[in-house]
T-cell receptor, first 113, second 109 residues
Framework: KAGVTQTPRYLIKTRGQQVTLSCSPI?????VSWYQQTPGQGLQFLFE???????NKGNFPGRFSGRQFSNSRSEMNVSTLELGDSALYLC????????????FGSGTRLTVV | EDQVTQSPEALRLQEGESSSLNCSYT??????LFWYRQDPGKGPEFLFT???AGEEKEKERLKATLTKKESFLHITAPKPEDSATYLC??????????FGAGTTVTVRA
């Protein structure tokens, strides 16, 4: 059974650019959530999608956005990149509508220079 | 605002030396408390979900317990392969997951 797949694994972008990260959940999982992980702030919730609808959003600026497609795959976009956006971006999926045990992908390591 | 505090920040153990990690939380309506293990450069790996006070879950050398204000992860007779960062998270009624900063466990042979 394939796990949560995130692409790309590594990314280097220049300040001011925009970036799109992709997440393919486990087959059958309809809930997909995104997190930013940095050494200073730890794991912080970005947003969660369930059946193509954003169900919740964390305290991040509007430069961070996402969407979910009908096949449950999800994308996250960050516009006007800042140096502080350098982080590991993690995607997690869950089978249950009520959350439950989330399975995480290996993440995308974004470096902004 | 939901808060999760984990202690200690780091724990160094000798192989076979049992210990406990603490996760204290405040949340507006607990939907579930989760424990994860994270190895360097990888995403968190799911360990347990606890839903109500008094509940306990076990997996190999790990045992998680839950009270109304905190959770403990007990590591019994740890081995070097148990070295990792252990993360605690709570899910509130709005489905948000709030994570603690984690406890980094190092087990020496």
């Amino acid at each position: 059974k394939a796990g949560v797949t995130q692409t790309p694994r590594y990314l280097i972008k220049t300040r001011g650019q925009q970036v799109t990260l992709s997440c393919s959940p486990i087959s059958g999982h309809r809930s997909v959530s995104w997190y930013q992980q940095t050494p200073g702030q730890g794991l912080q919730f970005l947003f969660e999608y369930f059946s193509e609808t954003q169900r919740n959003k964390g305290n991040f600026p509007g430069r961070f956005s996402g969407r979910q497609f009908s096949n449950s795959r999800s994308e996250m976009n960050v516009s006007t990149l800042e140096l502080g956006d350098s982080a590991l971006y993690l995607c997690a999926s869950s089978l249950a509508a009520t959350g439950g045990g989330y399975t995480f992908g290996s993440g995308t390591r974004l470096t902004v220079v | 605002e939901d808060q999760v505090t984990q202690s200690p920040e780091a724990l160094r153990l000798q192989e076979g030396e049992s210990s406990s990690l603490n996760c204290s939380y405040t949340v507006s309506g607990l939907r579930g408390l989760f424990w994860y293990r994270q190895d360097p450069g990888k995403g968190p790996e799911f360990l347990f979900t606890l839903y109500s006070a008094g509940e306990e879950k076990e997996k190999e050398r790990l045992k998680a317990t839950l009270t109304k204000k905190e959770s403990f992860l007990h590591i019994t007779a740890p081995k070097p392969e148990d070295s990792a960062t252990y993360l605690c998270a709570v899910q509130a009624n709005d489905y948000k997951l709030s994570f603690g900063a984690g406890t980094t466990v190092t087990v020496r042979a």
